[in-house]
């Protein structure tokens, strides 16, 4: 098998879990996230964009219910001992064989709880959940279970923490010396995402993010490249990924010569995240990262600039996205900062009135004593010149 993690690490999740579920009242919880399998068995796959799930019973071996596309998958990548096949047939639903599966294991009449809320089960599959199980069992929406006992890294888990840091350094530092006056914008990916498969890493959970020049000030990768000009602007939003742990950084980077809003900006950005590192304390909330982010920014009457969230968890995550959501940094979120948390917080300004960008973003550890900053990058603004 080809196991991330020690044996105790596995136990000691599962003897994790199984507490989470008593202190719930669950008799059985069904995982349809990929993190969530990933994190309880080492299942690496993304197999879940048809149907997968996994049956948790507590003293009992999970149960994966998978395509037999998956079967070899399952057997080498994680501790699973039952993985049971739904087959693909005309007529005959995977959701009636996840029936068939509870009711083999008296489910009958239980409190069941279901992982909702992730990519890893559609509306189209959720409904279909719910109609032919809502008379089987009692149904409890359970998406918060596995993901908050994730949302804490293990030791372990941070020692793949700390080397997706490293390969996130070294993707900007080699997508940088390529971004020079004629440059492609394929080329820079191309360097940066090579930096991170030279280094052992995997592909991201989701795009890396480039613009240059007007789109520069978007904050989502779009097809299509264009060649740095002699005096241009260029976001870049990235992570660097080992065993499927993300570390993301941000950074616009100036080619040429910055005009004065670039460095105006720059300037209030870095404040900015100063002043999250300020707050970023055991016990704060996330609600208080967003609050020392937005204070500075609309003192320098950035409101309509800037964005309503400035942060979120990070962790083991599979496509669409690298984000732990809904472990943001915005207005009012309480729930509370604890130590050994991976948290992306990025400073963005996308002044679209004057069509000027910048962004300043890194990754941390949060302990006792403070924030960990995983990146050794500089927080200078990037300069290129022609």
């Given at each position: 098998m080809a196991l991330h993690f020690t044996t105790e690490e596995f136990a000691r999740r599962?003897?994790?879990?199984?507490?989470?579920?008593?202190?719930?009242?669950?008799?059985?919880?069904?995982?349809?996230?990929?993190?969530?399998?990933?994190?309880?068995?080492?299942?690496?796959?993304?197999?879940?964009?048809f149907f997968q799930c996994m049956v948790i019973r507590p003293d009992?071996?999970?149960?994966?219910?998978?395509?037999?596309?998956?079967?070899?998958?399952?057997?080498?990548?994680?501790?699973?001992?039952?993985?049971?096949?739904?087959?693909?047939?005309?007529?005959?639903?995977?959701?009636?064989?996840?029936?068939?599966?509870l009711y083999e294991f008296n489910m009958l009449g239980?409190?069941?709880?279901?992982?909702?809320?992730?990519?890893?089960?559609?509306?189209?599959?959720?409904?279909?959940?719910?109609e032919l199980l809502k008379s089987f069992a009692d149904l409890e929406d359970a998406s918060d279970v596995v993901a908050e006992l994730r949302l804490i890294k293990s030791p372990e888990e941070l020692v793949y923490v700390r080397e997706a840091a490293k390969l996130a350094d070294k993707a900007f530092e080699a997508g940088l010396e390529k971004a020079v006056p004629g440059a492609n914008e394929g080329a820079i990916l191309s360097a940066m995402q090579s930096a991170v498969f030279d280094g052992g890493g995997d592909y991201p959970a989701n795009d890396?993010?480039?613009?240059?020049?007007?789109?520069?000030?978007?904050?989502?990768?779009?097809?299509?490249?264009?060649?740095?000009?002699?005096?241009?602007?260029?976001?870049?939003?990235?992570?660097?990924?080992?065993?499927?742990?993300?570390?993301?950084?941000?950074?616009?980077?100036?080619?040429?010569?910055?005009?004065?809003?670039?460095?105006?900006?720059?300037r209030i950005a870095l404040a900015a995240l100063n002043a999250v590192e300020e707050v970023m304390q055991v016990g704060n909330t996330f609600g208080d990262l967003f609050s020392a982010h937005a204070n500075i920014m609309d003192s320098h009457d950035l409101l309509p600039?800037?964005?309503?969230?400035?942060?979120y968890s990070l962790g083991a995550r599979f496509s669409p996205s690298w984000m732990d959501a809904p472990y943001m940094a915005y207005k009012d979120n309480p729930h509370k900062i604890e130590e050994n948390m991976?948290?992306?917080?990025?400073?963005?300004?996308?002044?679209?009135?004057?069509?000027?960008?910048?962004?300043?973003?890194?990754?941390?550890?949060?302990?006792?004593?403070?924030?960990?900053?995983?990146?050794?990058?500089?927080?200078?603004?990037?300069?290129?010149?022609?």
């Open positions: 599962r003897q994790a879990l199984e507490a989470a579920m008593k202190a719930r009242k669950l008799d059985c919880l069904i995982l349809f996230a990929q993190e969530s399998h990933y994190w309880l068995t080492g299942f690496d796959s993304f197999g879940y964009c009992e071996e999970p149960t994966l219910l998978v395509r037999s596309t998956d079967l070899r998958q399952a057997q080498h990548t994680s501790t699973l001992k039952d993985i049971r096949l739904w087959i693909d047939r005309g007529g005959k639903s995977p959701v009636s064989q996840l029936k068939d599966l239980s409190r069941i709880g279901i992982e909702y809320n992730t990519h890893g089960l559609t509306a189209a599959n959720g409904r279909e959940v719910d890396f993010i480039i613009g240059s020049g007007r789109d520069a000030l978007l904050c989502r990768y779009k097809s299509g490249r264009r060649n740095l000009s002699h005096n241009d602007q260029l976001t870049l939003e990235f992570a660097g990924v080992y065993r499927h742990y993300h570390a993301a950084l941000m950074r616009t980077v100036i080619i040429g010569r910055p005009r004065p809003r670039h460095i105006e900006l720059h600039h800037r964005l309503n969230a400035c942060g991976v948290l992306f917080m990025h400073m963005i300004i996308m002044d679209s009135d004057s069509e000027t960008a910048m962004t300043l973003g890194q990754s941390y550890i949060t302990g006792a004593n403070g924030p960990e900053s995983l990146s050794k990058l500089s927080l200078d603004l990037p300069i290129k010149s022609g």
